[in-house]
């Protein structure tokens, strides 16, 4: 609903410089760090399926893609219409038609020239596209996650993803029953906190960023807990995983 009203504008503004250049650029490195770039960016409130992004705080870029396409925009229109989008979103807050939740706008200048560009191509070029991503740019911007973070001392660290992903850098962890300090240092610069769920737990961290550390004190008794950052759209982006304690 948003987005086509969003679209709609967008169009109207786009239709003329459309003509005036922003070919659909196809050079593999380009798409290599756009893509990277929308996994550390972007992806936190999009869903992208073939960057395996999640987000829901914004429209599906999927779908986005697929309703221009129904408009009988071509990719490279797109393209233009993600740049703009990138370069001046909307800024003023709107209401969810679906939840009544006010929704937080895009913020602006989350990347800038060439930068702005090659993100734009990605996902001109990667939105409701089936199949996957090939050679260098399967890879690209993917978190590299670890499968079990172990308690070591009462201390259990399971930090953010360095580079801004949607994710921990654990996917799940194991701790001794009893005291328990949970530590998410985020060294990247979009928020993120850790908070646990489960048996009667529910607790929270700190929202933090740029090297900050979120933290719980806890005491657990033995069985299946629920780690998650609760920073909004994170938890449904991927950012959770169980806590085993023994
Ligand atoms: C903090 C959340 C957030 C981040 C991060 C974010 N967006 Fe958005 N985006 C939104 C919201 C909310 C909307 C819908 C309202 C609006 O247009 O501002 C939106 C709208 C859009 C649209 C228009 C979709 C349509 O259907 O009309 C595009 C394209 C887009 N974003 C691309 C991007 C790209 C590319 C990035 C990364 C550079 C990005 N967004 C980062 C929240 C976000
Ligand atoms: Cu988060």
Known sequence: M???RVRTALLAAFAVISLAGCELKDD???LVNGKTLFVQKCGSCHTLARADAKGVVGPSLDEAWQQSARDGLGRSTFEGIVHR???QPNQNPSVDPVSGKEVKPMPPDLVTGEDAQDVAAYVASAAANPGKDTGRLATAGAPKQQELAKAEGGKLEIPADPNGATAYAFADAE???GQL???SVNESSVDHDIAL????VNEKGEVVRDGGTSTIET??????YTFFCSV???RQAGMEGTLTVK
């Open 232 to 234: 909004d759209g994170h």
């Open 85 to 87: 989008q990138i370069l």
């Open 219 to 224: 005491d657990l008794q033995p069985g299946e």
């Open 197 to 200: 769920e489960g048996n009667g």
């Open 175 to 177: 701790a001794p029953a």
């Open 2 to 4: 948003i987005g086509g």
């Open 181 to 183: 300090t949970i530590n």
């Open 28 to 30: 593999g490195d380009n």
